[in-house]
T-cell receptor, first 113, second 113 residues
């Protein structure tokens, strides 16, 4: 059974801090790892990672994948209160037409002013 | 990325009734997915809906409880049947876009009394 474990489960920081969120996984026929930000209801897509060691960046957010050690990290620098959300990690398996995503429980990030 | 809408955005229902949730996409997509997020939990895939074929359900989910329709390439419905308070959740549809990444709709928050 595919498994995704995120840590920490929750984190409280002050504006301007840098945070690192962790995601480890076990999946059969790994295809990709995805990060989402969830505020209120809908997860919004952040990154998709398929190759080890290649950093993806978007503004203050960046992420990298290690396929040997089966983990990924999401970094947020110079955090702002608007970064407060649940950050979800998901892995996608391949296999015919089965593009199933398995999600972790998420990391609840709270950024205080 | 695809633009996805869901209706209703929220509802309060009585035990024993059924609710149909609609998901509309602004472009034709092959695969649509339905997820459930119970309070405090992560997203769990209910089923994959492909146009022209029966939905594929994940372990623990059955068609009688969660019938799905997929009449065309831009629309799907999920019905939550014979509801109980345990069905109180956020229900999300998602689609796989041309970039082979899943994007989520805004979600439907359901409370069953």
């Amino acid at each position: 059974e595919d498994k995704v474990v995120q840590s920490p489960l929750s984190l409280v920081v002050h504006e301007g801090d840098t945070v690192t969120l962790n995601c480890s996984y076990e999946v059969t026929n790994f295809r990709s790892l995805l990060w989402y930000k969830q505020e209120k209801k809908a997860p919004t897509f952040l990154f998709m990672l398929t190759s080890s060691g290649i950093e993806k960046k978007s503004g203050r957010l960046s992420s990298i994948l290690d396929k040997k050690e089966l983990f990924s990290i999401l970094n947020i620098t110079a955090t702002q209160t608007g970064d407060s959300a649940v950050y979800l990690c998901a892995v996608e398996r391949s296999g015919g037409s089965n593009y199933k995503l398995t999600f972790g429980k998420g990391t609840l990030l709270t950024v205080n002013p | 990325s695809a633009v996805i809408s869901q209706k209703p955005s929220r509802d309060i229902c009585q035990r024993g009734t059924s609710l149909t949730i609609q998901c509309q996409v602004d472009s034709q997509v092959t695969m649509m997915f339905w997820y459930r997020q119970q309070p405090g939990q992560s997203l769990t895939l209910i089923a994959t809906a492909n146009q022209g074929s029966e939905a594929t359900y994940e372990s623990g989910f059955v068609i009688d409880k969660f019938p799905i329709s997929r009449p065309n390439l831009t629309f799907s419905t999920l019905t939550v049947s014979n509801m109980s308070p345990e069905d109180s959740s956020i229900y999300l549809c998602s689609v796989e876009s041309g970039e082979e990444t899943q994007y989520f709709g805004p979600g439907t928050r359901l409370l069953v009394l």
